[in-house]
């Protein structure tokens, strides 16, 4: 009996370059210089709001909080568009729907990103029918933490005596596997890059989703 959470930004899509123009919309609306593309790779995967507290050097709620309200503005209207399902990923979850036979292998999602924006973007991409639920944060940033919003999913009876794997690109994917003592595996195809994922110490790391089946003995 296995559940497997996937991550949404990074690992199932590729929604970097919405959310890059979206931040730089924000900060220049703020009066912020040009930020460099490395500075702009730290901020694909965090909470956005730890991301703009980064940023802008600052711990100023109202500041962030007004970064985020413009951010959230344009990435729904221009940027929650320009994202690409990442190669093989559609064929991986079909095969793994294919192997699930009697439900020994249930597939769901857990993502910072809030939840009817996660909804969204796997409905506009076709890719909600995988999934058996998907659980995303609040636009308050509640739940935006994955290690205490996996700790407070895996308390559902549904997921007793199950084996539950998580797989993610950045370290706070492996951080919050090993929080609840889930397996974890770190894809290298997404936004965190070699030194934070071997950093970060997941069980298991691949190239591409393909990679994963063996893993899984699919």
């Given at each position: 009996m296995t559940t497997l959470f996937?991550?949404?930004?990074?690992?199932?899509?590729?929604?970097?370059?919405?959310?890059?123009?979206?931040?730089r919309v924000a900060l220049a609306e703020l009066g912020q210089g040009e930020i460099s593309d490395q500075q702009l790779q730290r901020c694909f995967g965090p909470p956005l709001r730890v991301s703009f507290a980064w940023l802008l050097n600052t711990q100023d709620k109202a500041l962030i909080a007004d970064a985020v309200a413009i951010f959230r503005q344009h990435y729904l209207h221009t940027g929650i568009y320009n994202y690409q399902v990442y190669s093989g990923v559609r064929e991986l979850l079909e095969q793994l729907i294919r192997s699930q036979g009697g439900g020994e292998v249930t597939l769901h999602v857990l993502t910072a990103k809030p939840q009817h924006q996660?909804?969204?973007?796997?409905?506009?991409?076709?890719?909600?029918?995988?999934?058996?639920?998907?659980?995303g944060s609040e636009d308050s940033?509640?739940?935006?933490?994955?290690?205490?919003?996996?700790?407070?999913?895996?308390?559902?009876?549904?997921?007793?005596?199950r084996t539950s794997w998580v797989i993610g690109d950045r370290a706070s994917d492996i951080q919050a596997a090993k929080a609840n003592g889930s397996l974890s595996v770190a894809v290298h195809w997404g936004y965190g890059d070699h030194q934070e994922l071997v950093g970060a110490g997941s069980d298991f790391h691949i190239a591409s989703p393909q990679d994963l089946l063996p893993l899984l003995d699919v």
């Open positions: 996937f991550d949404l930004d990074g690992t199932l899509l590729d929604t970097q370059r919405g959310i890059a123009e979206s931040i996660a909804e969204w973007l796997l409905e506009h991409a076709d890719l909600t029918h995988f999934f058996k639920t998907v659980h940033g509640i739940r935006s933490d994955k290690s205490t919003h996996l700790t407070s999913i895996l308390t559902d009876d549904t997921f007793y005596g």
